[in-house]
């Protein structure tokens, strides 16, 4: 199985910082993932990687961006944090099995004062 | 537009009972379908999968029903144990490696 790891899980950061959320997965998988989890709205999914350097919009990528500098590493940037970005992050690896298994992180509560 | 549905927010069954979580979604192309089972302050964990070919997986105690032509699946879960007391996400797979969500059944097993 894929393990994935998260570099925080709570952080608190004001409005208009640039917060970084970091994930390493220790396989090598081609697929990472970045989705956010809010109440009543599930699992949404911001952006996702192919490969190194490259990087495709989810369905929310509005207000983030994500770089792919290492196959291992995929890391989710708020470039000037806001309170509606408040949020559980889920960082997720594979996508490579004939069901698109993806293995989750423990998730990164955000707090946005 | 949301693609796969999960109408009931929470459900609460008795230990020993069965659990029945439903799903449902409007994208025909979907080839599998997937639950994940979430505990708080955890990632989400795969449980179960079926292909869009079959009706039926069981895996233990866990099994998923798929009908095609109501574009609607269930997991049902028996007996139903407190252990089980969890967010479940329902999630189809289609092009691209990507899963698309539901938005989630909080199933609480009371004693």
């Known amino acids: 199985d894929v393990k994935v790891t998260q570099s925080s899980r709570y952080l608190v950061k004001r409005t208009g910082e640039k917060v970084f959320l970091e994930c390493v997965q220790d396989?090598?998988?081609?697929?990472m993932f970045w989705y956010r989890q809010d109440p009543g709205l599930g699992l949404r999914l911001i952006y996702f990687?192919?490969?190194?350097?490259?990087?495709e919009k989810g369905d929310i990528p509005e207000g983030y961006s994500v770089s792919r500098e290492k196959k291992e590493r995929f890391s989710l940037i708020l470039e000037s944090a806001s309170t509606n970005q408040t949020s559980m992050y889920l960082c997720?690896?594979?996508?490579?099995?004939?069901?698109?298994?993806?293995?989750f992180g423990p998730g990164t509560r955000l707090t946005v004062l | 537009d949301q693609q796969v549905k999960q109408n009931s927010p929470s459900l609460s069954v008795q230990e020993g009972r069965i659990s029945i979580l439903n799903c449902d979604y409007t994208?025909?192309?979907?080839?599998?379908f997937l639950w994940y089972k979430k505990y708080p302050a955890e990632g989400p964990t795969f449980l179960i999968s079926i292909s869009s070919i079959k009706d039926k997986n069981e895996d233990g105690r866990f099994t998923v029903f798929l009908n095609k032509s109501a574009k609607h699946l269930s997991l049902h879960i028996v007996p139903s144990q407190p252990g089980d007391s969890a967010v479940y996400f329902c999630a189809a797979s289609g092009t691209a490696s990507k899963l698309t969500f539901g938005t989630g059944t909080r199933l609480q097993v009371t004693l």
């Open positions: 990687s192919y490969d190194v350097k490259m990087k």
């Open positions: 997720a690896g594979g996508g490579i099995s004939s069901y698109n298994e993806q293995f």
């Open positions: 994208n025909s192309m979907f080839d599998y």
């Open positions: 396989m090598d998988h081609e697929n």
